[in-house]
């Protein structure tokens, strides 16, 4: 079986460590414990990695967060993977900050990375680990949050967290996604 998982966030320097690339963090924390190493290829940063006899192609768009279906649709297509054997890591103001929630398909709830992804692949039946990243901000501020910097209190809490949803992202290529909801949401 082939397998596809994209971490989205946004490439360059001023980006790195911002809430609004937990999908990147995600990605490298997976990638770490795979040993796989990431190489610039077409639309992304990209990793392979055999795990229990299935292929898994990992991907970090480098298309931009708006734009993260021209990467995820062409990976899709270039590695020949289903639509129900894709999972995209993302943030997610809406959950409590290091929660975690995975669903086999839904809404993009805003998010203009789910949303590019939505329309390019012509379906929102693919399924996704949301990783929340809170709301404390005041209203009018959501774009400067979600670009913010994490703090050294966050970062040694989505250090912890990252191994859950990389257990989680294992569980997803071995169990399936209604195994692994069953098992990592909530937690």
């Known amino acids: 079986m082939k397998y596809l998982i ?10 790195e460590n911002t809430r609004h690339n937990i999908g990147f963090k995600v990605l490298d ?3 770490k414990a795979s040993s796989a190493v990431f190489n610039s290829d077409r639309y992304a940063s990209v990793a392979q990695i055999k795990y229990r006899g299935n292929q898994v192609t990992l991907i970090k768009p480098s298309t931009f967060m708006n734009l993260s ?12 993977i289903p639509l129900e054997n894709i999972i995209i890591c993302v943030d997610d103001l ?32 693919y399924a996704r680990l949301r990783f929340g990243i809170g709301n404390q901000f005041a209203k009018g501020a959501q774009v400067n949050f979600v670009l913010g910097k994490w703090s050294a ?33 909530g937690k």
Not at 6 to 15: C, D, R
Not at 69 to 80: D, H, I, L, P, R
């Open 94 to 125: 809406a959950l409590p900050f290091g929660s975690i929630r995975i669903r086999a398909n839904g809404s993009e709830a805003g998010h203009n990375g789910l949303k590019n992804i939505t329309e390019l692949l012509g379906t929102q039946n």
């Open 6 to 15: 994209a971490g989205l966030g946004n490439i360059g320097a001023e980006y």
């Open 29 to 31: 924390a997976f990638a």
């Open 69 to 80: 279906g021209k990467a995820v649709s062409y990976w899709m297509k270039q590695e020949k």
């Open 153 to 185: 209190e966050e970062l040694e809490v989505i250090n912890t967290r990252t191994e859950l949803t990389t257990n989680a992202l294992f569980s997803f290529i071995t169990d399936g996604i209604q195994r692994t909801m069953n098992a990592y949401n």
